[in-house]
């Protein structure tokens, strides 16, 4: 190389003009040329150069420079450097960095606090330190103070990055006070020496002006893993940056997401306190218990600010994916097991069922058990979850966590449900959730007996021929078809539980009941939840001296056949309801008319068998169905139907599609060529056209 740089000087020499012409010019002008040679310094020349320079001295006499000056330059600065190399290794050394990565927004509110940071790559052969001096400033334009009010990050105290490691400066900027756009760039500098190594990407930040709905995530501190069922204590910081003030009556509050409004933590809200005012910059910190799934998996905790009934507004929280495990649970002395829904743990509950004594009490602890064999009782025990004895809210209230029973997809028995009452008195199912989970076994052996039409395979369960049973504040849900609970015995006990999605109105055959009772004289059907059930969602097959009370029936995304029904199985049951009081009930249809019948009395929209008998109906709802109240094939003059002071609206107008094709329609119908119906001076309008065969 200093061959090639003497070939260099020397052809310079010649007169042909350097790249730094002008500025050589300027130097020449002051004489810094001789300065930069010490006198008594030989210039060097690279040999065969001085027979070339005399050619060019002879040809080129008017513009021949001495050589003694360039030469010399150039050997002094050439000696001088192999010198200085060799004295001195660290002279080797250089300052360098490569930008990495960078973490920022790209719109921010005036004045806004927000934390950011920026990854550079030392790649030089120097160490950065801070007694050295190395920091990061800010750029475009260098050293303004636009996001600190200053043009430094500085690293800590002691600190080291050696050549190769990579620093991420972490800071706090704060939006200027004027809405625009302004640049975000930076670049390593080493103090008093120079600015190295490469930009930062220059980011455009969008500054805005205040808007009266905003906020910003602060901090949040969550567990990343949990158990099932397990309570914990958790918070999460928000500030307001919009202009208006959050308080509790204005219904402000910390709102779930990921999926939006989620109870998957048991709450979906966490509101201000009474009386508490967060302004413009305040900050709130909302500290709330939370409780994990029964069931092991992954789940999401994310959250946002809304003003209920209004707008959600401001920023997400970060998501957490909070990993909840399901621990060994003692069934019973002596079986443990994992219940995390995936093995099945029938044998296991039968085991301990077998091992209670009659009359007693086998609580099994809340988790998720897979069930593939079923679950068979047959002598008097209560079955319930462990420590919700003497709890009158249901499974699917705000902090119940209950044991679930699931069918895994491998179960395909023609048994009649994956749990069976058989045979026997005083059994009490309580505090379960029973899911069919008819999604994961649609295409099984069992999907293809429910579609051939042997519904018995698609129950989720049964109480047959069980007398002073109980079924209380449970959950029956998801049946693949059939019904979720088939009930039969006398003196039984239905109070406060949920039938939810059964079955698939849509698929023929795949249909389900929420609630089929058989037979039951004095029964107790009382405060039930029933939805989106799709054959009927309520029917009784007889039942002297039935109460059926305050049970709420909605259909806001299936079609149902009956929201309510009396009937008698096509002449299998009795059908008698002598002394029955069914009243106090609702059936939502909801705008899409989702039920075929409101309530229906009487087989004959189905079949001609025989009339139900007796039965007082009253006082009861219907909303928004095709057919508000149909009566057909009820009552005989020994035994009539009561029926009156029931409230019908938004029944279809004229007319509508039902599955035996468009019928007329009317709030209250009564076939009075066969059914006797006492109406007890009830004037309310009526048709009096046959539905028979319209199921």
Same mark, same amino acid.
């Given at each position: ?21 002008? %500025?050589?010019?300027?130097? %020449?002008?002051?004489?810094?040329? +001789? ?16 027979? %070339? ?26 000696? $001088? ?28 509110? $005036? ?6 940071? &920026? ?29 600190? =009010? ?56 969008? &500054? %805005? ?58 709450? @979906? ?13 305040? /900050? ?65 509950? +039968? ?9 007693? $009490? ?31 809210a249901n499974c699917e209230a705000p902090g119940v966590t209950c044991a679930v029973l699931k069918a895994l997809p491998t179960f395909n028995a023609n048994v009649g449900g994956f749990l069976a009452v058989q045979s026997t008195h005083d059994v009490n199912l309580d505090h379960l959730i029973l899911d069919g989970n008819r999604a994961a076994r649609l295409g099984t052996p069992a999907a293809s007996q429910c579609a051939s039409g042997n519904n018995f395979s698609g129950f989720n369960a049964r109480m047959s021929d069980c007398t002073a049973c109980r079924f209380t504040h449970n959950v029956s849900k998801n049946a693949l078809c059939g019904t979720a609970l088939e009930f039969r ?36 059907? $009382? ?27 909605? /259909? ?41 019948? =409101? ?14 008998? @007796?039965?007082? &109906? ?9 057919? @508000? ?18 409230? &019908? ?29 006492n109406r007890n001076g009830d004037t309310a309008p009526m048709t009096a056209f046959p539905w028979h065969g319209c199921p």
């Amino acid at each position: 190389m200093l061959n090639w740089l003497f070939k260099q000087d020397v052809h310079f020499a010649s007169g042909q003009t350097r790249p730094d012409d002008a %500025r050589d010019g300027r130097r %020449r002008r002051r004489g810094s040329l +001789q300065e930069a040679h010490p006198a008594g310094v030989p210039a060097r020349r690279d040999p065969g150069s001085a027979s %070339r320079l005399r050619e060019q001295s002879e040809v080129e006499a008017p513009r021949k420079v001495p050589m003694s000056r360039h030469g010399s330059r150039f050997l002094v600065f050439a000696t $001088t450097l192999l010198l200085c190399l060799a004295a001195s290794p660290s002279a080797l050394a250089a300052d360098s960095a490569i930008f990495v990565s960078q973490s920022l927004p790209t719109v921010l509110t $005036t004045g806004e606090v927000r934390t950011v940071s &920026v990854t550079m790559q030392n790649n030089g052969t120097t160490p950065w330190t801070t007694a050295g001096g190395y920091k990061l400033g800010t750029h475009n334009p260098m050293d303004n103070t636009l996001w600190l =009010g200053t043009t430094r990050v500085y690293m800590n105290p002691d600190e080291v990055v050696a050549p190769g490691a990579s620093r991420t400066f972490t800071f706090n900027i704060t939006a200027p006070a004027s809405a625009g756009t302004y640049n975000f760039q930076w670049r390593m500098v080493h103090e008093g020496i120079a600015w190295f190594g490469g930009l930062s990407t220059n980011v455009a930040i969008t &500054v %805005r002006a205040p808007v009266p709905y905003d906020s910003q995530f602060v901090s949040q501190s969550v567990p990343t893993s949990l158990g099932a069922g397990q309570t914990a204590s958790v918070s999460v910081t928000m500030k307001n940056i919009g202009t208006n003030v959050w308080t509790a009556a204005s219904n402000y509050s910390l709102g779930a997401q990921n999926p939006q409004d989620n109870s998957t933590w048991g709450l @979906g809200r966490v509101n201000l306190a009474p009386g508490e005012a967060i302004a413009q910059n305040g /900050q709130k910190t909302f500290t709330f218990a939370i409780t994990a799934p029964p069931t092991a998996g992954t789940y999401n905790f994310q959250w946002k600010m809304l003003q209920e009934g209004y707008i959600w507004f401001g920023a997400l929280s970060p998501n957490v994916a909070i990993s909840v495990t399901q621990p060994p649970v003692t069934l019973c002395p002596g079986v443990v097991v994992t219940a995390d829904g995936t093995t099945d743990l029938g044998p296991a509950i +039968q085991s301990c069922i077998n091992a209670t004594p009659s009359g007693g $009490t086998l609580d099994i602890p809340a988790g998720t058990y897979g069930i593939a064999t079923q679950v068979l009782i047959t002598q008097p025990i209560t079955l319930r979850t462990q420590g919700l004895a003497g709890s009158t809210a249901n499974c699917e209230a705000p902090g119940v966590t209950c044991a679930v029973l699931k069918a895994l997809p491998t179960f395909n028995a023609n048994v009649g449900g994956f749990l069976a009452v058989q045979s026997t008195h005083d059994v009490n199912l309580d505090h379960l959730i029973l899911d069919g989970n008819r999604a994961a076994r649609l295409g099984t052996p069992a999907a293809s007996q429910c579609a051939s039409g042997n519904n018995f395979s698609g129950f989720n369960a049964r109480m047959s021929d069980c007398t002073a049973c109980r079924f209380t504040h449970n959950v029956s849900k998801n049946a693949l078809c059939g019904t979720a609970l088939e009930f039969r015995g006398h003196d039984g006990t239905l109070i406060n539980n949920v039938f939810r999605s059964n079955g698939q109105n849509a698929t023929s055959n795949l249909w389900a009941d929420g609630l089929t009772i058989h037979y039951s004289d004095r029964v107790t059907v $009382t405060g039930n939840t029933f939805v989106d059930n799709s054959d009927v969602a309520l029917i009784l097959g007889g039942g002297r001296y039935a109460v059926v009370t305050n049970n709420a029936i909605s /259909q806001p995304g299936q079609v149902v056949f009956a929201g309510l029904m009396l009937d008698n199985f096509n002449g299998g049951t009795s059908g008698d309801f002598t002394g029955a009081v069914v009243t106090g009930n609702t059936i939502d249809c909801t705008s899409a008319r989702n039920c075929h019948f =409101g309530i229906n009395l009487g087989p004959h929209a189905w079949y001609q068998s025989t009339n139900i008998l @007796g039965g007082d &109906v009253h006082g009861n709802v219907v909303a928004s169905a095709r057919q @508000g109240i149909n009566v057909d094939g009820a009552g005989t003059s020994a035994s009539p139907l009561v029926l009156y002071g029931n409230t &019908v609206s938004n029944a279809a107008p004229g007319s509508a599609s039902f599955l035996c094709g468009s019928h007329s329609t009317s709030p209250l119908n009564i076939n009075t060529a066969d059914s006797v119906v006492n109406r007890n001076g009830d004037t309310a309008p009526m048709t009096a056209f046959p539905w028979h065969g319209c199921p």
